[in-house]
């Protein structure tokens, strides 16, 4: 975990908000560096010939969210939920822990952050973006739009063994969460 101190207050932060920060804004750079880190699964992307996928971290901030969201859920008893535009349009689906001051800690695919504006960062300029349940925004959309398959299965399997380590607040742990 990391510490910044600035305007006598700490940021925590785990994973790939070091890049994120390092890239002081630049969206492209953080994005491209993210798309950078990529592996090929043994998964076929097309059943009449093995084309195996390719997954990106950077699938999961754009993309992949929801699954993943979904997958820390359902492995870390950690509440899902989404950031909505004013159409209702899911722009990012993400987990939450409150802490004992009624702070919040944001999980996804950069890792933990109690920040909110480190936190929005990818998404400002997006208008009206508000807070709400995954399950609700879920209900909203159509089935497909979010369709769970091999491939996407494989990809949150490739992110979650992999990368375990972006959600550890504490050393020597095997929960994600303190």
Known sequence: MYFLFAEEEFIIYTGFYRIQIECRGNMREFTD???EMEATLPVSIAEERFEPAVVSVGSFLLGYCVHL????????????????????????AY???WTP????????????????DLFIEPFQGLPDLKETALDTVLETVPQWTFMEDEVSDAMVRWFVENYTDIWRMKENKDSPID
């Open 95 to 97: 987990n939450i822990k």
């Open 33 to 35: 560096r993210l798309e």
């Open 69 to 92: 969201a979904k997958a820390l859920r359902a492995k870390c008893g950690l509440p899902a939920f989404a950031l909505v535009d004013r159409g209702g349009e899911l722009v990012h």
């Open 101 to 116: 001051d009624k702070g919040k800690l944001y999980f996804d695919a950069r890792g933990i952050t109690d920040r909110s």
